[in-house]
């Protein structure tokens, strides 16, 4: 489906409609609070307008706000994505240790969290490292490699 | 791991932006691995040395001082 929206549209298009599902929340919510909702579309479109002008900047960030990002610039949100994911286990693992220590009712999200960044990172190494490792030569198996002039 | 690609480009009086759009890459891309702070992957290296009608291990060299300046 992205593929049908232009590149530079893309990143703002994904923001502008997580910062509306997001403000639908909490009109759909009620109460007292239903003015944030007002406040979350008015963030989201000042953010998706920052965000749509920052994909034109030559700059690595708006390559890859921009969606045109080259190898480099993929390689940089690759890593800040697997740094955020890394923080996310260490600060859920934290999180449920403490609320264990305290016999605290609050440590079932750490511990959600905490599931999901385990079975992301085992997942990868599904996806992305026994998949790719193809079947072994001859050589590799540990038996003795044979040559094409022996008896 | 020491590169030509600066060298190669002001040889042929091409700018960094130029040269970026030349290989299809940014023009921050361009300036890192100039700098050596980037390693280009295989593909882009042999974009890079075919682009200065050079071969890889003309381009880049992993342990090279002497041999560029000869």
């Known amino acids: 489906m992205m593929t049908f929206i232009p590149p530079r549209l893309r990143k703002p298009a994904v923001y502008a409609l997580a910062g509306v599902l997001f403000a639908a929340a909490w009109l759909v919510r009620g109460g007292p609070l239903w003015w944030v909702s007002i406040m979350a579309v008015t963030g989201t479109a000042a953010g998706t307008v920052r965000l749509y002008r920052l994909g034109g900047t030559d700059t690595d960030e708006g390559a890859r706000a921009g969606s045109r990002a080259d190898e480099r610039q993929q390689l940089i949100g690759l890593r800040s994505r697997a740094l955020a994911c890394n923080l996310a286990a260490v600060a859920s693992f934290i999180g449920l240790t403490a609320a264990i220590a305290v016999r605290g009712t609050w440590g079932w999200p750490f511990l959600v969290t905490f599931l999901i960044t385990g079975y992301g990172y085992l997942l990868g190494l599904g996806n992305y490292g026994v998949a790719e490792e193809g079947t072994p030569d001859d050589a590799d198996t540990g038996r003795p490699a044979r040559s094409p002039v022996s008896s | ?70």
């Open chain 2, 1 to 70: 791991m020491r590169n030509r690609v600066r060298e190669q480009r002001r040889q042929r009086g091409l700018s960094q932006a130029e040269l970026a759009a030349a290989l299809g890459v940014s023009r921050q891309t361009v300036i890192s691995v100039e700098s050596g702070r980037y390693l280009p992957s295989l593909p882009l290296a042999f974009t890079i040395a075919r682009f200065f009608d050079l071969t890889v291990d003309k381009m880049f060299d992993p342990d090279d001082e002497e041999e560029a300046g000869a």
